[in-house]
């Protein structure tokens, strides 16, 4: 997976991040709390219907192990109303060191009749550090949110509850973080740049990715694309796409939908899934 050029944002974002949380409160021991009541609240997509039922959670990584179990911030049970929206405002506290965190959403019923738990969904959010959610009062949660991240963060994951890396790689990850909002921004759930390489390359993945997630689960998409990526849900399912984008990119192109909900996207079969440089 090639990398392309560090945009002004990272810079910015990592000087705000040096100067007003240092390296070493980042990584030390919680000293206070910081419990917040800005509105937060956000809504989860498969393709362009909303996902009911889902649950919500927020996650810290891990700062001392490359890929290493993610922590659990406590907020209760959340789940997405009818609409796909929820609501975690004043729910969560921020730990004293500021970790970078994620929203994670599983399960849930992708508008279909009948009562419907698709447990193979697993879609993400790259937020950034935990205070960060203060300056973002709506997030989106959908297939091209999940594909930023997973493209973004594959050198330090394995799935939905296991991102992190060790001490001396903190601000790598961070800046990781970064491009996965710089290129398929939480706050409107769209990529950037259509109709550059990047744009097309994280489309056509997040096609493949809904080809699993607006069925209830049994359909042959999610066995298929679990089969042809070594993935658990759709979300590892991402993660393995982006480590390994030479594999099976033909059976993978296949699931894609006659309504493919992102637009546009290759409207050929691509010769791997590595994304490019735009």
């Known amino acids: 997976m090639s990398r392309r050029s560090v945009p002004a944002s990272l810079f910015c974002f ?16 919680p000293t206070t709390a910081t419990t917040t009541t800005a509105q937060v609240s956000g809504v989860v997509h498969g393709g362009q219907s909303p996902i009911s039922g889902a649950t919500i959670q927020l996650y810290s990584v891990n700062t001392t192990t490359n890929a290493g179990a993610s922590t659990l911030i406590p907020m209760g049970t959340v789940t997405t109303g009818s609409d796909g929206t929820f609501n975690i405002t004043g729910l969560y506290t921020c730990p004293a060191s500021n970790p970078l965190v994620y929203l994670l959403s599983t399960g849930g019923n992708p508008g279909m009749p009948g009562t419907v738990n698709n ?5 993400m959010a790259a937020i950034g550090t935990c205070t960060t959610l203060m300056n973002t009062p709506f997030i989106n949660i959908n297939e091209l949110t999940t594909v930023a991240a997973a493209e973004e963060l594959a050198p330090f994951m394995t799935d939905g509850t296991h991102i992190g890396t060790n001490s001396t790689n903190l601000l790598s990850i961070a800046g990781q973080f970064q491009l996965a909002a710089d290129i398929a921004p939480v706050g409107t759930g769209q990529a950037i740049g259509t109709l550059s390489p990047v744009f097309l390359q994280w489309t056509t993945m997040a096609n493949i990715l809904a080809a699993c997630v607006n069925t209830n689960g049994s359909s042959g998409a999610c066995g298929s694309l679990l089969s042809l990526t070594g993935g658990t849900d759709t979300l590892s399912a ?10 099976n990119a033909s059976g993978l192109y296949a699931l894609i939908t006659a309504a493919a909900p992102f637009q546009p996207y290759f409207t050929s079969v691509p010769s791997d899934l590595t994304v490019t440089a735009g």
């Open 238 to 247: 991402a993660v393995q796409m982006a480590k390994a984008p030479t594999n």
């Open 14 to 29: 990592l000087c705000v991040f040096l100067s007003g949380c240092s390296l070493s409160n980042w990584n030390g021991p």
């Open 119 to 123: 447990t193979y969904i697993s879609l």
